[in-house]
């Protein structure tokens, strides 16, 4: 669980149910029929502009934003420097016993591809295709949210003209100005907080986990490559290396 994002939320909602409190009271930030319209429009809106598919995929992606991986790079590369050495003294096929003690799909498919024989640069294909096509839905499903995050304030202005003409067909009655505003602006509120609190913060936090996740899996394949050669663990973990910041490098030859 990334408990960065369970903060933000919490913290988040706190501070505006605190606001709001100690303003003029929750019940004046309820309206029904502009929640409706922010949450209804923006849902259908992002339905024109994706394909039924892609919106409801972007929902799995979603989990994304609040686990982390299961496996962390260290780990990773303390792994390679235990096959490395193991390859080295009992063949490539000896690692077929680790395959099945793994949790990490993309780490179990290269070494199975590596088991199983393959050259190098076809091993190489495979994998990086892999990670392109998956950094596309990735892409793919923080841009939904993106979109979201676009299309809540516009609605949320909309609900704001929609009240705004209502009430000026009824200046004739100035006791329902000040309510009747205060409704117009009820929905600006609603698509603002929607796509500040949530759609675009989501929207980032994909982008980020996309990033760390493909940098995790071109070490992978840099990792599998040197096995494929017979590299030294040595040489392999400081390969590896490269792909931390040095003050996160521990190397388990100390």
Known sequence: MDIATIIGIFSCIGLLVISMT?????????????????????????MINYPLRDCLNSLSVLKNAFVTQPITIGEIIAGFTT????????????????????D?????????LTVDGLEPQAITEILETEISFQESRHRLGADIFQT???????????????GLIAM?????????????????LVTTFYGSILSNMVFVPIAGKLR???QAEIMTKELIVQGILSLCRGDNPRIIEQKLHAFLPPAARISVFR
């Open 168 to 184: 000026l067909r009824s200046l004739d009655d100035p006791s329902s100005i000040g309510p009747s505003m205060s409704l117009a």
């Open 208 to 210: 980020a986990r996309s």
């Open 83 to 102: 096959f490395s050495a193991k390859a080295r003294k009992e063949g490539l096929l000896s690692l077929e016993q680790n395959i099945k003690e793994l």
């Open 104 to 112: 990490e799909p993309f780490l179990k498919q290269g070494l199975q």
């Open 148 to 162: 979201m995050g676009n299309f809540a304030p516009a609605f949320g202005m909309i609900g704001t003209l929609i």
């Open 22 to 46: 100690m303003g003029v009271g929750l019940s004046a930030f309820y309206d029904l029929p502009s929640i409706l319209l922010v949450c209804g429009g923006t849902a259908c809106a992002t």
